[in-house]
């Protein structure tokens, strides 16, 4: 079989394509036959040595298949289910086929094409727990949302509009913009136009928004903190160095910046965020968007794309195995 393995650290010419033995399952695991794999900026960052990984390494969490055998003690699976994959950072959806333990596998619905497999696990985990776990949404809470037309800000937006907030989101592009618009949000705004965040107290009529997801704190957070509500909350989802910040725009409102990292979950967080996923996927909340995909061998063109979409992003990337 073919997989992406990555020896050492750099650019994207780093993912390398090679053959290796297709993998069996032990006792407790099953094997899957992978036709699409997410990509996820996470993967760039591991990648380049942004963040820390232990190489060789396989990248991928995310992925979507059918069963090909399962281990003697898997009772739940059988050959020809569908799945998705949902892996810790470790990795190994970049790849044909791939071993698991049988409870890294879940039900994908036939009404959820395998590419909106692929873009199930990392994006919906990250948005489920940035606004019920950190952020602590209620129904009536406005919520802004940073950067809503990629992966993680459209599950964003699905799953903020069907808990019944108010959703703002925002996009760099008239392509995001309009997907944002299409998959729920009440109110679209261009982060690229100069003083796009003063129509939010028109919007709110003065009060501010109760949560902001922020997917760049390095650039945004200083102006989350004056658009925030009495008590709100800012939950940090991304960041790419640092800010000066002056926290008296916090003080007056009794305000929070709350920070997340889906790697360090608890198993009693993930057990709820991929029951909330799961029932999402059954009820039609979750409908991943696709922005384009590639072939395995074109990892490196996915990764240039991932952190730089050339029209901004409008979705979820993945690629193609077979």
Same mark, same amino acid.
């Given at each position: 079989?073919?997989?992406?393995? =990555?020896? /050492?650290?750099?650019?994207?010419?780093?993912?390398?394509?090679?053959?290796?033995?297709?993998?069996?399952?032990?006792?407790?695991?099953?094997?899957?036959?992978?036709?699409?794999?997410?990509?996820?900026?996470?993967?760039?960052?591991?990648?380049?040595?942004?963040?820390?990984?232990?190489?060789?390494? =396989?990248?991928?969490?995310?992925?979507?298949?059918?069963?090909?055998?399962?281990?003697?003690?898997? *009772?739940?699976?059988? *050959?020809?289910?569908?799945?998705?994959?949902?892996?810790?950072?470790?990795?190994?959806?970049?790849?044909?086929?791939?071993?698991?333990?049988?409870?890294?596998?879940?039900?994908?619905?036939?009404?959820?094409? $395998?590419?909106?497999?692929?873009?199930? $696990?990392?994006?919906?985990?990250?948005?489920?727990?940035?606004?019920?776990?950190?952020?602590?949404? *209620?129904?009536?809470?406005?919520?802004?949302?940073?950067?809503?037309?990629?992966?993680?800000?459209?599950?964003?937006?699905? $799953?903020?509009?069907?808990?019944?907030?108010?959703?703002?989101?925002?996009?760099?592009?008239?392509?995001?913009?309009?997907? =944002?618009?299409?998959?729920?949000?009440?109110?679209?705004?261009?982060?690229?136009?100069?003083?796009?965040?003063? /129509?939010?107290?028109?919007?709110?009529?003065?009060?501010?928004?109760?949560?902001?997801?922020?997917?760049?704190?390095?650039?945004?957070?200083?102006?989350?903190?004056?658009?925030?509500?009495?008590?709100?909350?800012?939950?940090?989802?991304?960041?790419?160095?640092?800010?000066?910040?002056?926290?008296?725009?916090?003080?007056?409102?009794?305000?929070?910046?709350?920070?997340?990292?889906?790697?360090?979950?608890?198993?009693?967080?993930?057990?709820?965020?991929?029951?909330?996923?799961?029932?999402?996927?059954?009820?039609?909340?979750?409908?991943?968007?696709?922005?384009?995909?590639?072939?395995?061998?074109?990892?490196?063109?996915?990764? /240039?794309?991932?952190?730089?979409?050339?029209?901004?992003?409008?979705?979820?990337?993945?690629?193609?195995?077979?």
């Amino acid at each position: 079989m073919q997989q992406i393995l =990555v020896t /050492e650290l750099g650019d994207p010419s780093v993912l390398k394509i090679q053959q290796t033995p297709i993998p069996s399952p032990t006792p407790t695991q099953v094997l899957v036959k992978i036709y699409a794999v997410g990509v996820n900026p996470v993967e760039a960052y591991i990648r380049n040595g942004t963040l820390p990984g232990k190489l060789p390494w =396989v990248p991928g969490s995310d992925g979507a298949g059918v069963i090909e055998s399962v281990g003697d003690e898997v *009772k739940d699976w059988k *050959k020809g289910d569908r799945v998705y994959i949902a892996l810790s950072l470790a990795g190994g959806t970049y790849s044909q086929y791939l071993v698991c333990d049988a409870n890294n596998v879940h039900p994908l619905p036939e009404r959820v094409s $395998f590419d909106q497999g692929a873009a199930l $696990f990392v994006p919906y985990a990250t948005a489920y727990q940035a606004l019920f776990q950190v952020g602590e949404v *209620k129904p009536s809470d406005t919520v802004l949302i940073h950067g809503a037309s990629g992966g993680v800000g459209i599950a964003c937006v699905q $799953f903020a509009r069907a808990f019944g907030n108010t959703v703002i989101g925002t996009a760099g592009t008239p392509e995001g913009e309009a997907v =944002v618009k299409k998959q729920g949000a009440h109110f679209v705004l261009n982060h690229r136009k100069e003083g796009y965040l003063k /129509e939010i107290e028109k919007i709110t009529d003065g009060k501010g928004v109760n949560v902001v997801l922020e997917m760049v704190a390095n650039v945004n957070l200083q102006k989350d903190a004056e658009v925030l509500s009495a008590r709100g909350r800012i939950v940090v989802i991304g960041n790419k160095g640092q800010i000066n910040f002056n926290p008296s725009a916090l003080m007056m409102k009794r305000s929070e910046v709350r920070g997340m990292a889906l790697p360090v979950s608890t198993e009693e967080e993930m057990k709820d965020i991929l029951a909330g996923m799961n029932a999402g996927l059954e009820n039609g909340t979750i409908n991943p968007v696709i922005m384009k995909s590639f072939a395995l061998k074109d990892a490196p063109k996915a990764h /240039e794309e991932i952190l730089n979409p050339p029209k901004g992003a409008t979705g979820k990337i993945v690629l193609h195995p077979w």
